[in-house]
């Protein structure tokens, strides 16, 4: 059992709340979803990016066809109006009869060309609408599982978030009974050396950078006074023979 009298061994176990704390913490920040996520996001990305002058065409496509309906819609009414012309008894001379027939064969004529033209169009933007629309689907199932990835990960972190708070109620806990002096300089030297400022001495190497002490220092420290603050002579970091 840990002699929680001596505030070394006490200073080991806040290492320890220290380190599951830091592995935690990677973790939330680091969640395998997380990439998961982002590959999706680009793959999304790729996907707009490759079809992006694909819609254009078919946009300019839709943009030709709607003028083409505008003008046909107008030459509809025109030979409508023409039409009625000649069939009141308000049309004129035979010359006059004449023109408005010519006049009126000649839209029927541009209608038709408008027309053929809008077949063609039709023709063009049918196999565009299918990409689109088959990238669409694509990206809709991209996002679904991005929504889903990320309420899965959200899940994850907030019962991680749970843990983590609890370690840190009892590293602090375990910290007030550490002197303060201690406790500071146990915080200097994890924050300079990864995260590990204090280490135990074990069968002459220190736990903290796996390095061998001489044998000259290994004895030394077997002869301090047990309250004695002592450090790794490899790497620094608070040493608990």
């Known amino acids: 059992m840990t002699d929680h009298q001596n505030p070394f061994e006490l ?3 806040v290492q320890e709340e220290d380190i599951r704390h830091d592995q935690l913490r990677h973790q939330i920040d680091n969640h395998p979803l997380l990439a998961q996520i982002a590959a999706l996001h680009e793959q999304s990305v790729s996907i707009d990016g490759s079809t992006r002058a694909q819609r254009m065409e078919r946009d300019a496509y839709i943009v030709r066809q709607s003028e083409i309906e505008d003008k046909v819609r107008d030459l509809d009414r025109r030979v409508g109006e023409i039409n009625d012309r000649l069939r009141s008894d308000s049309s004129g001379s035979f010359r006059d009869q004449a023109a408005m027939s010519k006049e009126m064969n000649s839209l029927i004529e541009r209608k038709r060309t408008l027309e053929d033209e809008e077949l063609e169009l039709m023709e063009l933007i049918e196999p565009l ?13 991209l996002h679904s599982q991005a929504r889903a990835d990320h309420e899965a990960m959200t899940k994850e972190r907030r019962e991680l978030m749970i843990q983590l708070d609890e370690i840190v109620s009892q ?6 009974s550490v002197p303060e002096s201690l406790l500071n300089e146990y915080n ?16 002459g190497m220190c736990s903290g950078c796996n390095l061998a002490l001489s044998a000259t220092e290994v004895d030394r420290l077997r002869h301090v006074n ?16």
């Open 129 to 141: 609408e299918a990409l689109l629309n088959r990238a669409h689907e694509t990206q809709q199932r």
């Open 11 to 13: 200073l080991l176990e």
């Open 171 to 176: 590293r602090n806990a375990l910290a007030l």
């Open 188 to 203: 200097r030297l994890r924050a300079r050396l990864g995260g590990i400022g204090a280490a135990r001495l074990v069968h």
């Open 226 to 241: 047990a309250m004695e603050l002592v450090h790794c002579d490899q790497c620094g970091r608070i040493l608990v023979p």
